[in-house]
Antibody, heavy 124, light 107 residues
Framework: EVQLVETGGGLIQPGGSLRLSCAAS????????MSWVRQAPGKGLEWVSV???????YYADSVKGRFTISRDNSKNTLYLQMNSLRAEDTAVYYC??????????????????WGQGTLVTVSS | DIQLTQSPSFLSASVGDRVTITCRAS??????LAWYQQKPGKAPKLLIY???TLQSGVPSRFSGSGSGTEFTLTISSLQPEDFATYYC?????????FGQGTRLEIK
């Protein structure tokens, strides 16, 4: 059974750092694309970052240069290192398995499994 | 960045109703669109991908259509468990933006 469990959230002061973890079971993180999505309290979903199976990474402009996505293949775990945190980074952070498949000359993606989320609160 | 605009933002309907939610993209995204359902305090759940492909295990009352810039999610006969917030997501290019959401409530 596929399962994703996020940990590492909490209360942090502006300018501080935090590392989120997403432990996966039932599949191999390094063989898949993996993404982080966040949701500010009472707001909609915001895509944050993706790491490809080959290791390429992409970020939303709002976090570029401050957040780093990575993985530990031996632990089958995805990470999000968050530095220089701001009040506007306050959100529930979800990790998701990002499936990419190709058919008929086009390649499609979707997020089929999500973790339960971990709350990050940036406040003094 | 590609903007997605959902309409309506809020929808009140009754059990058994047929409802349609629209998602419009600011530029063409072919069929690179997914739909998710989210209930309070829970993670989003995938319903539809590639604009019209039903995810395994999702009831057949859910369907998706469209391509280019206009997409729809239809629920043919609302069930009590369908009252939730629905989001579209484009996966044509980064950032993979989401629509602002459509909150579906019981009338």
């Amino acid at each position: 059974e596929v399962q994703l469990v996020e940990t590492g959230g909490g209360l942090i002061q502006p300018g501080g750092s935090l590392r989120l973890s997403c432990a996966a079971s039932g599949f191999t993180v390094s063989s898949n694309y993996m993404s982080w999505v966040r949701q500010a309290p009472g707001k909609g979903l915001e895509w944050v970052s993706v790491i490809y199976s080959g290791g390429s990474t992409y970020y939303a402009d709002s976090v570029k240069g401050r957040f780093t996505i990575s993985r530990d293949n031996s632990k089958n775990t995805l990470y999000l290192q968050m530095n220089s945190l701001r009040a506007e980074d306050t959100a529930v952070y979800y990790c998701a398995r990002d499936i990419r498949y190709c058919s008929g000359g086009s390649c499609y993606e979707y997020f089929d499994y999500w973790g339960q989320g971990t709350l990050v609160t940036v406040s003094s | 960045d590609i903007q997605l605009t959902q309409s309506p933002s809020f929808l009140s309907a009754s059990v058994g109703d047929r409802v349609t939610i629209t998602c419009r993209a600011s530029q063409g995204i072919s069929s690179y669109l997914a739909w998710y359902q989210q209930k309070p305090g829970k993670a989003p759940k995938l319903l539809i991908y590639a604009a019209s492909t039903l995810q395994s295990g999702v009831p057949s009352r859910f369907s998706g259509s469209g391509s280019g810039t206009e997409f729809t999610l239809t629920i043919s006969s609302l069930q009590p468990e369908d009252f939730a917030t629905y989001y579209c997501q484009q996966l044509n290019s980064y950032p993979n933006t989401f629509g602002q959401g459509t909150r579906l409530e019981i009338k």
